[in-house]
């Protein structure tokens, strides 16, 4: 069974600082991964992603890779109160394939 | 900027009734996806079309669901005899080249409520 796992939260941080979130998954054949930002009762919505080790910025977010540990993370520099959300790791394993959502981690960042 | 949009926003409708989602993909894209979401669960992946047939499909996805793309620009999912728990949100998502280096884009979804 493959699986994509996230703390659920909520995290909370101040406004300006840097929020990081985590996320793991289960089978190592995972070949791309994706951060989306859904806002209650809202679709998600793309954030960034990314497919090789190591990091990817754009803009106030990066995204870390490491394959070796099966481990993806988000860090949001800069936090602002519109940044508020629930943020959603997923996985890909095959050309095509499903997306496989993790359950999602709440952050709250507070003015 | 180009964007999946998915009508009803909103349908009702009682147990037993069918209903049918639609969905216009992004114009370019080729593989298109339907998810679901229960409300305080995580989006769950039902169904992937691919060159106009079914690439991979969920558990969930059982003979009382279909999808169909009618023309060049509709993607549907038709759902037979409704039931309770088919109550979620209902995401259509496409992609140019498929997910493995490129990135699905979801439309704003439709509150399916069964009653």
């Known amino acids: 069974q493959k699986e994509v796992e996230q703390n659920s939260g909520p995290l909370s941080v101040p406004e300006g600082a840097i929020a990081s979130l985590n996320c793991t998954y289960s089978?190592?054949?995972?070949?791309?991964f994706f951060w989306y930002r859904q806002y209650s009762g809202k679709s998600p919505e793309l954030i960034m992603s990314?497919?090789?080790?190591g990091d990817k910025e754009d803009g106030r977010f990066t995204a870390q890779l490491n394959k070796a540990s099966q481990y993806v993370s988000l860090l949001i520099r800069d936090s602002q109160p519109s940044d508020s959300a629930t943020y959603l790791c997923?996985?890909?394993?095959?050309?095509?394939?499903?997306?496989?959502f993790g359950q999602g981690t709440e952050l709250s960042v507070k003015p | 900027e180009p964007e999946v949009t998915q009508t009803p926003s909103h349908q009702v409708t009682q147990m037993g009734q069918e209903v049918i989602l639609r969905c216009v993909p992004i114009?370019?894209?080729?593989?298109f996806y339907w998810y679901r979401q229960i409300l305080g669960q995580k989006v769950e992946f039902l169904v992937s079309?691919?060159?106009?047939?079914?690439?991979?499909k969920s558990e969930i996805f059982d003979d009382q669901f279909s999808v169909e793309r009618p023309d060049g620009s509709n993607f549907t999912l038709k759902i037979r005899s409704t039931k309770l728990e088919d109550s979620a949100m209902y995401f259509c998502?496409?992609?140019?080249?498929?997910?493995?280096?490129?990135?699905?884009?979801f439309g704003q979804g439709t509150r399916l409520t069964v009653v």
């Open positions: 998502a496409s992609s140019d080249y498929g997910t493995l280096n490129t990135e699905a884009f």
């Open positions: 089978d190592r054949g995972s070949q791309s």
């Open positions: 990314i497919y090789s080790n």
């Open positions: 997923a996985a890909v394993y095959n050309q095509g394939g499903k997306l496989i």
């Open positions: 114009s370019n894209h080729l593989y």
């Open positions: 079309f691919y060159n106009n047939e079914i690439s991979e």
